[in-house]
């Protein structure tokens, strides 16, 4: 049985990726997936990293939680906006003050490479944007997902990182967004 943590980025209540994210664990629950899902605004945590990885920030409960849910889950799927062509800052919170040292990560010593502790985990990311996705990735370059998929998940050893770029959201019909949450609910039965 495939485990999957649905981590649910946006900060604001009843937008469009609630019914993506809702199609997507609807379908993958019927096709036999066990599904988690973090809600990052309902949950309580400084998102402030304040001394970085020279500190003692200790977790929060729900951080605590969260980072077990990782380790629970087989295929992890992010489903946030595009902003400012990266992604909310409670999300970037989230990562830095759970993807630490020790539990997603290890610094190698003697000039090795990093061991990278969450490798055996496939992601997904379904981002929403108002740009339309060509101008995101041939003019802006999708700095946001390339920092997810590279800089963050891969680094950690999630992989592969496939990316669904939705947009454009300010312009987009009632077909086109049916036509994004049919392929949410294909993901959900694919599992992946």
Same mark, same amino acid.
């Given at each position: 049985?495939?485990?999957?943590?649905?981590?649910?980025?946006?900060?604001?209540?009843?937008? /469009? &990726?609630?019914?993506?994210?809702?199609?997507?664990?609807?379908?993958?629950?019927?096709?036999?997936?066990?599904?988690? #899902?973090?809600?990052?605004?309902? !949950?309580?945590?400084? &998102?402030?990293?304040? #001394?970085?990885?020279?500190?003692?920030?200790?977790?929060?409960?729900?951080?605590?939680?969260?980072?077990?849910? &990782?380790?629970?889950?087989?295929?992890?799927?992010? /489903?946030?906006?595009?902003?400012?062509?990266? %992604?909310?800052?409670?999300?970037?919170?989230?990562?830095?003050?759970?993807? !630490?040292?020790?539990?997603?990560?290890? %610094?190698?010593?003697?000039?090795?490479?990093?061991?990278?502790?969450?490798?055996?985990?496939?992601?997904?990311?379904?981002?929403?944007?108002?740009?339309?996705?060509?101008?995101?990735?041939?003019?802006?370059?999708?700095?946001?997902?390339?920092?997810?998929?590279?800089?963050?998940?891969?680094?950690?050893?999630?992989?592969?990182?496939? &990316?669904?770029?939705?947009?454009?959201?300010?312009?987009?019909?009632?077909?086109?967004?049916?036509?994004?949450?049919?392929?949410?609910?294909?993901?959900?039965?694919?599992?992946?």
């Amino acid at each position: 049985m495939k485990n999957i943590l649905v981590i649910h980025g946006h900060p604001v209540k009843d937008t /469009f &990726i609630d019914c993506l994210k809702d199609s997507y664990i609807e379908s993958a629950r019927n096709a036999g997936a066990e599904v988690r #899902e973090l809600v990052l605004r309902e !949950l309580q945590f400084e &998102i402030n990293f304040r #001394e970085g990885y020279r500190g003692n920030q200790a977790l929060e409960p729900d951080l605590v939680n969260a980072q077990q849910q &990782i380790l629970w889950a087989n295929h992890l799927i992010f /489903f946030y906006p595009n902003w400012w062509a990266t %992604y909310p800052a409670q999300l970037k919170g989230f990562i830095d003050r759970t993807l !630490l040292p020790g539990f997603a990560f290890k %610094y190698a010593s003697n000039g090795k490479p990093h061991l990278k502790l969450l490798k055996g985990k496939t992601a997904r990311l379904v981002v929403t944007m108002d740009s339309p996705v060509w101008y995101y990735y041939l003019i802006m370059k999708a700095p946001g997902h390339h920092s997810m998929r590279k800089a963050i998940l891969e680094f950690c050893g999630i992989k592969p990182v496939r &990316i669904n770029s939705l947009g454009s959201m300010r312009k987009s019909t009632e077909k086109q967004r049916l036509r994004w949450i049919n392929r949410m609910k294909k993901y959900g039965r694919n599992m992946n």
